[in-house]
């Protein structure tokens, strides 16, 4: 396998079809993974974390099952079913009967959850493009950089990290600097050493990462239906072609009171809806061997006996900052993805309980569909 290079990373971010990209983007990961794994030993890196994330971004991205999950939330939803209801007594006042089902048809038509799930998965796309071609683009330059040193050169390190931003994210890169740093001392150690070094650059580059991607994840989450007037106005124009703001239906629709209080409390409902679907999509995790990982309940498992005890005082200091349950799983569960402490202590310990797990090497996809992927075609069937 070639060392993915600098070249190609740039190749892979400047492809326009935000699909095609992010497949490429976690086969890249995954090279980049086996190449670092090489270098420090077979301890997952940030990288082998990146290639099971990216994959599960691209469901997001391609928009998989988003529409179905929320089709059938909204038809169960006794909330959506009350809101219909409501709009369906103001409608009559006027002399407008129609169906239920014609209301819920027009309801999602006006609605048009498609759009807000495409909000969420450009959202998503530009987070994945935003962090592979700087984070990703540093491990090809840091494999084109590492030698055959004897030992750990910490003048030859200083000068690879020169060329990265001083400072905190998301403009800094100083967590970046600390993570190369880590990994190259890890090259040189054994042991409960080399397990809590390779951690501590995981978390660092984590960190970082995350940092950098915490507008579209709110962004991502909050793709959803905008104003109430803008569903009134589309639900009118359904119901009653040839609508108009000065129409008699309009007129007489303003007249019953609250029909804007149940249409607000209707897109409240739809809202929370969306949110929900993209969550769920955001808040799953597949990993090899059919594993799910729930993002929002605590982690099974246990810490590996390599990092169950936390020597090293960088780590032990970082650790402090994003584990809210020190050295336990309790409570590691994510309430909130949008909330960057709630994300990145469910991440801290990820990374921790996984780091040994080698079913994490495995490739995402098939040799035929990886094939398929680096010439720049999207493969047929499951991804």
Same mark, same amino acid.
């Given at each position: 396998?070639? +060392?993915?290079?600098?070249?190609?990373?740039?190749?892979?971010?400047?492809?326009?079809? =935000?699909?095609? @990209?992010?497949?490429?983007?976690?086969? *890249?990961? #995954?090279?980049?993974?086996? *190449?670092?794994?090489?270098?420090?030993?077979?301890?997952?890196?940030?990288?082998?974390?990146?290639?099971?994330?990216?994959?599960?971004?691209?469901?997001?991205?391609?928009?998989?099952?988003?529409? @179905?999950?929320?089709?059938?939330?909204?038809?169960?939803?006794?909330?959506?079913?009350?809101?219909? $209801?409501?709009?369906?007594?103001?409608?009559?006042?006027?002399?407008?009967?129609?169906?239920?089902?014609?209301?819920?048809?027009?309801?999602?038509?006006?609605?048009?959850?498609?759009?807000?799930?495409?909000?969420?998965? %450009?959202?998503?796309?530009?987070? /994945?493009?935003?962090?592979?071609?700087?984070?990703? !683009?540093?491990?090809? @330059?840091?494999?084109?950089?590492?030698?055959?040193?004897?030992?750990?050169?910490? $003048?030859?390190?200083?000068?690879? *990290? %020169?060329?990265?931003?001083?400072?905190?994210?998301?403009? &800094?890169?100083?967590?970046?600097?600390?993570?190369?740093?880590?990994?190259?001392?890890?090259?040189?150690? +054994?042991?409960?050493?080399?397990?809590?070094?390779?951690?501590?650059? /995981?978390? *660092?580059?984590?960190?970082?990462?995350?940092?950098?991607?915490?507008?579209?994840?709110?962004?991502?989450?909050?793709?959803?239906?905008?104003?109430?007037?803008?569903?009134?106005?589309?639900?009118? +124009? !359904?119901?009653?072609?040839?609508?108009?703001? @000065?129409? !008699?239906?309009?007129?007489?629709?303003?007249?019953?009171?609250?029909?804007?209080?149940?249409?607000?409390?209707?897109?409240?409902?739809?809202?929370?809806?969306?949110?929900?679907?993209?969550?769920? #999509?955001?808040?799953?995790?597949?990993?090899?061997?059919?594993?799910?990982?729930?993002? &929002?309940?605590?982690? =099974?498992?246990?810490?590996?006996?390599?990092?169950?005890?936390?020597?090293?005082?960088?780590?032990?200091?970082?650790?402090?900052?994003?584990?809210?349950?020190?050295?336990?799983?309790? &409570?590691?569960?994510?309430?909130?993805?949008?909330?960057? =402490?709630?994300?990145? #202590?469910?991440?801290?310990?990820?990374? !921790?309980?996984?780091?040994?797990?080698?079913?994490?090497?495995?490739?995402?996809? +098939?040799?035929?569909? %990886?094939?398929?992927?680096?010439?720049?075609?999207?493969?047929?069937?499951?991804?």
């Amino acid at each position: 396998m070639n +060392t993915p290079t600098v070249e190609e990373i740039d190749r892979i971010a400047q492809q326009g079809d =935000p699909i095609v @990209r992010n497949l490429a983007i976690t086969q *890249c990961y #995954h090279e980049i993974s086996l *190449c670092v794994a090489g270098l420090i030993g077979a301890s997952a890196n940030w990288c082998t974390f990146a290639t099971w994330a990216s994959k599960q971004a691209g469901q997001t991205i391609r928009q998989e099952d988003l529409l @179905r999950a929320f089709e059938e939330r909204f038809a169960l939803s006794a909330e959506v079913s009350a809101g219909l $209801e409501g709009i369906s007594s103001h409608f009559k006042t006027i002399g407008a009967s129609l169906r239920a089902n014609a209301y819920r048809a027009a309801i999602l038509q006006s609605l048009d959850p498609a759009a807000a799930f495409a909000r969420a998965s %450009a959202a998503v796309a530009r987070g /994945n493009k935003k962090v592979f071609e700087e984070i990703g !683009r540093e491990f090809a @330059r840091f494999l084109g950089f590492v030698g055959d040193e004897p030992d750990f050169d910490r $003048e030859k390190v200083a000068r690879f *990290c %020169a060329t990265l931003r001083p400072g905190d994210p998301p403009v &800094g890169q100083r967590f970046l600097a600390e993570a190369f740093t880590a990994y190259c001392q890890a090259r040189f150690q +054994t042991g409960n050493d080399k397990a809590q070094s390779i951690l501590l650059a /995981n978390l *660092c580059a984590g960190f970082h990462e995350q940092t950098r991607l915490q507008p579209e994840i709110a962004e991502a989450l909050d793709a959803a239906f905008g104003k109430t007037e803008d569903l009134k106005d589309n639900l009118l +124009t !359904r119901l009653a072609p040839g609508f108009n703001r @000065r129409s !008699r239906w309009s007129v007489r629709l303003n007249q019953t009171g609250d029909l804007d209080r149940v249409l607000a409390g209707l897109i409240e409902a739809v809202n929370r809806l969306i949110r929900q679907v993209v969550t769920d #999509h955001l808040m799953t995790l597949h990993l090899p061997g059919k594993e799910v990982l729930r993002l &929002g309940r605590d982690l =099974p498992n246990e810490f590996p006996e390599e990092l169950t005890q936390i020597s090293d005082p960088r780590l032990q200091e970082l650790l402090a900052r994003v584990d809210l349950t020190p050295d336990s799983l309790r &409570g590691s569960g994510a309430q909130d993805w949008a909330n960057f =402490p709630d994300r990145m #202590h469910f991440i801290a310990d990820l990374f !921790r309980v996984y780091q040994l797990r080698q079913q994490l090497f495995e490739a995402p996809y +098939t040799t035929m569909q %990886a094939a398929l992927i680096k010439s720049g075609e999207r493969p047929d069937g499951p991804l």
